[in-house]
């Protein structure tokens, strides 16, 4: 017989998120908790408490991970819940935090229903995910997954000059490196979607399937400054004009590829001398375009290397530069399956999707069988005071991750 | 019986514009001579004792404007030549300086002739014409005009925070409005074109008709920021994407437009929060155009404010802001005859033409007789330091200013 599935207690969910809401909380109902500042400690001590108060294990590993266990009945792998609950400077109150405290809830809730896990249970905080203090973002679970240098992440310094290592030291979170999470049964990661399609579409769970792949790359058009007034547009190699000109080839072709889902930008534009009376002698771009399939980003490519065809006609020169690119991050098939069975089983509506921003679940991915549960975010806002999931799709989250843990525990 | 031209001694023309390019000479041939700053002043001392050298009275007024007078055989208003001694940062060592230097070389040759002009003769040195160190440009020969208000002009600041009026004081060259040049039989301002038409065309002397009109406009388009991964491209509201569609639709009209003389240029370009990751929410960007025929600048603002003709489609706001616009300024026509006259006497090649930039010439034309001349910029080079005008095309510029005043005096 179908086992009725359990629902985590909403109304405690709530309290807990807004109890974390205060911790660095803005006049504007927002969030700053920089990486290992006095509000992450307190955010981490906080959580630690709530953990210990329910015989849950906390310890930390050497990058200031912080891992809460409930001990299963066998000493298997762990299935690990977590994000993380440091912010952007004036960031939003589900950020992240969601992650964790839906994985306390889900604790609480198996303990109260006194279900005993066969395997160990944790929950993790993630230390730095933002790099909005130390960058590069998602720093910590980039070192347990080999991208990045440990080394390297230690010498970090925020814009104080203070670095990732001193503040690591100061904040008393530097465990063993004994404790990292070497291996697990699975990882999951409820997080907001940071992005407008569920709550676009009325749905209230997103099964992520991956992080899509990026590429990123900076234009360059040199021309000629010359006077404003004097000199004939026949005579001008306007940089910025071949920019525009370049600007609307590349869109032409970008819109023509792919499957509505591709994304592109060119967010950072700089025009040089910037004085309304020269003619600009130089242009600098960026374009970074995302797309799960990377077939396209290899066509995103060669359609930006096409900038040089024709280049020298209106006598301006393009150097393009490959910024950086990382491939689509796909998540655990099974563990997709599981999440969505899990939706449909408490009855939510869902949809398959991706991911357009980074997670730790991207390096996870990479040694442990990992997933994401998406939740909606209100007009797709994020990293700002308004970002918003309403309660009850925080709690139909947890439902989810709930659901799914019992799952794997069947 | 027609008179035969006379010439200027060329050789000399050349070491006096070499004396001159060594006060605040720059390491690369240029030239560093801020309003009123010891550059400047030597310059002003230099210039005053070639003037006395010769038996000229040399006065200032109270804007600081160095005025040298070789008196004439009737007390009538004067013949007055001039132009301005200062530089930019990092300037040429032509702009300016060659129209005093060539008045002065006038006026030796006349002494060297045993001529004795019926009008006085004068030369004029123009206060702080580039406005590179107190803002704004041609500002004494502005106030002269009515044009600038002398008390806000006294009270402009460089970048020090050092007033005009101080560094006027401090100059030694504050003198009494009653030496303000009030009326004149002409004005004649000998410059070089900062515009590469002589060079190109292969001629040597440009009758300038008029200082042309300008309308500039600051365009600020207002979309949504939102994160480059997670917004659909359908969902965004990409301001620098929009201002993209519009310079793209609004160069398509300008150049639609008149008769191929005029120019208009988008020089400063700011786009925010210009972060490489983020969808842009505003670009800001300037529009200014030039033009002779002001029935040209409305059609360029009508086409300006057919900006928001479907503004909102893509969901973003355009906000166009006036920021000003000047009238076209015409010279005495009987003046640029004379000057045609004079060059077609010399078996010189010339043509007419516009100034696309602005001159003491444009304010002086307000209360004075005016006119310009102008030699060619080597690659239509200025305000920098390979500024370059060949010394046979300085001397030319010179003989056609000695013969046009000739012909006035005959």
Redesign the interface.
Known sequence: MRRQPLLVNAGRLRETLDTFAQIGGTDNNGVTRLALTKEDILARDTFRACCEEIGMTVESDDMGNVCATLAGVQDAPPIVMGSHLDSVKKGGRFDGVLGVIAGLEVVRTLIEHEVKPCFPITIVNFTNEEGARFEPSMMASGVLSGKFEKSSMLNKTDSEGVSFEAALKASGYEGSIANRIAEATAYLELHI?????LD?EGLSIGVVECV?G?V?YEIEITGES??????????RK?A??EA??R??EL?RQL?LLGD????????????YP???????NKVVF?I?A?HKNEDILREVERIIAGLNNGAGDGGCTIRISK?WSRNTVWFDPDLCSRIEQSARALGYSYRRMV????HDAQFTASFLPSAMIFVPSVN????CEEELTPYEDCAKGANVLLETVMAILD
Chains 1, 2 share one sequence.
């Open positions: 979607e940071q992005g407008p399609c676009q899509v990026m990123c010359n006077h404003a007034g004097t000199t004939p547009m026949t005579m306007d910025f004009f525009n000109d600007v609307s869109r819109d509505g889902e591709l994304v592109y930008t060119m967010g950072r534009v700089q025009v910037n004085i309304h009376t020269v003619i600009p960026t970074e995302r910024l991911s357009g921003a980074g797709g806002k994020s990293h």
